[in-house]
């Protein structure tokens, strides 16, 4: 069983800058690529960016790319994503998930991901 909890969300105005952060705990952080998704009232969880375990690959989702990055700390057990020009259709709950590494391919999709956090609400105001 992986604990995912997530932080840092909050109301910022268009163009400024967030930090999110996804504290794991209960089993070896290294073995998991992670995720960020986000969900907004009437649609799916949409994919925003994933990491592999050891943080050496990254990829994201067109529309968050070289806006945010995804990061981790495996000392630390914690996956980060750092939102820069930030626009209001990037409003959304931030999720942060956590799959076992069993093949070295990033994961996209919801239905990969084995755990998932309660959320952190991100609003940005026009």
């Known amino acids: 069983q992986v604990r995912l909890v997530e932080s840092g969300g909050g109301l910022v105005q268009a163009g400024g800058s967030l930090r999110l952060s996804c504290a794991a705990s209960g089993r070896t952080f290294s073995n998991y690529h992670m995720g960020w998704f986000r969900r907004t009232p009437g649609k799916e969880r949409e994919f925003v960016a994933a990491i592999s375990s050891t943080g050496g690959r990254t990829y994201y989702a067109d529309s968050v790319k070289g806006r945010f990055t995804i990061s981790r700390d495996n000392a630390k057990n914690t996956v980060y994503l750092q939102m820069n020009s930030l626009k209001p259709e990037d409003t959304a709950v931030y999720y942060c998930?956590?799959?076992?590494?069993?093949?070295?391919?990033?994961?996209?999709?919801?239905?990969?991901?084995?755990?998932w956090g309660q959320g952190t609400q991100v609003t940005v105001s026009s």
């Open positions: 998930a956590a799959r076992r590494t069993l093949t070295q391919a990033l994961p996209v999709r919801v239905i990969e991901y084995d755990y």
